[in-house]
């Protein structure tokens, strides 16, 4: 596998996300997230830890862009902390935080690396959610106008929008299950969190369609390959619950403007939604796309099991239980599977066909050991990669609108609920020195970049 396998016009880029790398969180008029109150919480981070230095991006930003230069990419999708655009989630533009993310944005331009902004990856400001956060209808409209001021500060030099960045995990890791911030334990009432986020994206399209005229905008969705473990009717079902709550409930408004009603009568919510998602939210909920966002780690093979009395990830499906198939493991417990991205983009392009589809991550968290060498030998991530990018090729020689690819990550950061005991990035970060250093998987993929610019010299 070559890069110059590709289409010329196939991007291949890295993400990160603001409050895992950037530090310096009362930096420059910056106000609190959810995210800085939750790691403040004894318990709530496995290692204790918050994102107040991480990998202290905020200051070191031109050295990570020089990073990404020299590894090739062509794109680097990178998010905006909202707190640091309005420290309480209201009210006018702070000129600081917005010059970091125009400076982060022109430097990436003059590599010749293309930006792609994400607006939302789960940094909620915290005033926000004192007033209900995304089980209040109003955050929505807020992240609306938080959208315009983007738009209307980057808009010149920035093309590529996302306005949300996994849905799923904000609505039912943070308001059911609680092991993500805000930490908040409502059941099957995070469905209802889930309508405002999509509401949120609705309602930003059409801005930043007025304020940048060439913008081309979607959304990210993290979507798995769900199969049942055997042909029971049980088992199907469980599948049926699982897809239902982790795909279809989030890829059937935006592409299809309809709620799955099985999944709402799963999660008892169907008279919440009847009352509440209204014709018009839909309309907006299925603005048309320029691209969909596809997030993809793993696949779930499910089973039924016993009823869970602990708060659940997956309220009106807490009796499923996920089974392991015997295939390789990351570090996160998660089941390497690159066939199932090929099943997660044949699902999203079979409710919009034609519809542009970006992988804007897909990534490995494994138990690196810097060796005497002073090198990362990253064997099994780099493995990931290659078998995952080989998944992309597949996809496209299927005839997939298939278009970019993102890794996760570029550099080892803030790992949410597990802090910093879990490592992601291309590029290995000594948290005590905060010295870069690119590891062997960083070192493939650099080779694999620059093939195609090679062939074309003549080298």
């Not at 490995?364 to 990253?378: K, L, Q, T, Y």
């Amino acid at each position: 596998m070559l890069r110059s396998d590709f289409p010329p016009s196939f991007a291949f880029g890295l993400a990160t996300a603001a409050y895992q790398i950037e530090g310096s969180v009362s930096a420059d008029g910056r106000g609190d997230s959810i995210w800085d109150t939750f790691a403040r919480r004894p318990g709530a981070i496995a290692d204790g830890q918050t994102g107040e230095i991480a990998d202290d991006h905020y200051r070191r930003m031109s050295d990570d862009v020089a990073l990404l230069a020299e590894l090739g990419v062509d794109a680097y999708r990178f998010s905006i902390s909202w707190p640091r655009l309005q420290a309480d989630g209201t009210g006018p533009v702070n000129p600081r935080g917005l010059d970091f993310y125009r400076r982060l944005a022109e430097e990436l331009l003059d590599r010749g690396i293309t930006p792609w902004v994400t607006l939302y990856h789960w940094d909620l400001p915290q005033a926000l959610e004192d007033a209900g956060g995304w089980l209040d209808r109003d955050t929505a409209r807020r992240f609306a106008e938080y959208a315009g001021l983007a738009a209307d500060g980057l808009g010149d030099i920035v093309t590529n929008w996302i306005t949300l960045n996994e849905p799923w995990c904000s609505a039912f890791l943070g308001y059911a299950s609680g092991v993500h911030a805000p930490g908040r334990t409502e059941g099957s009432h995070a469905a209802r969190a889930a309508h405002h986020l999509l509401l949120a994206h609705g309602l930003a399209v059409p801005v930043l369609r007025e304020k940048v005229p060439d913008a081309s905008v979607g959304v990210t969705l993290n979507l798995y390959s769900v199969r049942p473990d055997g042909d029971q009717p049980a088992a199907v079902d469980a599948a049926r619950r699982i897809d239902g709550l982790s795909n279809r409930l989030f890829l059937d408004p935006v592409l299809t403007g309809s709620y799955p009603l099985d999944v709402l009568d799963d999660l008892g919510e169907a008279e919440w939604f009847a009352r509440n998602a209204s014709a018009a939210d839909l309309a907006s909920i299925a603005a048309p796309l320029d691209f969909l966002g596809v997030n993809y780690y793993s696949r779930h093979t499910v089973a039924p099991g016993v009823v869970e009395t602990e708060a659940s990830a997956y309220p009106g499906s807490a009796s499923v239980e996920f089974v392991t198939t015997g295939a390789p493991r990351t570090q996160m417990g998660w089941e390497v599977v690159p066939e199932g991205l090929i099943d997660v983009l044949e699902m999203a392009s079979a409710r919009a066909p034609g519809l542009p589809l970006v992988v804007t991550e897909n990534g490995s968290a494994f138990e690196d050991v810097v060796s005497s060498d002073g090198v990362v030998h990253d064997s099994e991530r780099l493995e990931y990669l290659r078998d995952h990018l080989a998944a992309c090729a597949n996809a496209i020689a299927r005839g997939l609108p298939l278009t970019g690819y993102f890794g996760w990550s570029l550099i080892d950061n803030f790992e949410w609920a597990w802090g910093y005991s879990r490592r992601f990035g291309l590029v290995h970060v000594d948290y005590e020195t905060q010295q870069r250093t690119l590891k062997d998987s960083g070192s493939w993929l650099k080779a694999f970049l620059h093939e195609r610019d090679s062939s074309v010299s003549g080298d």
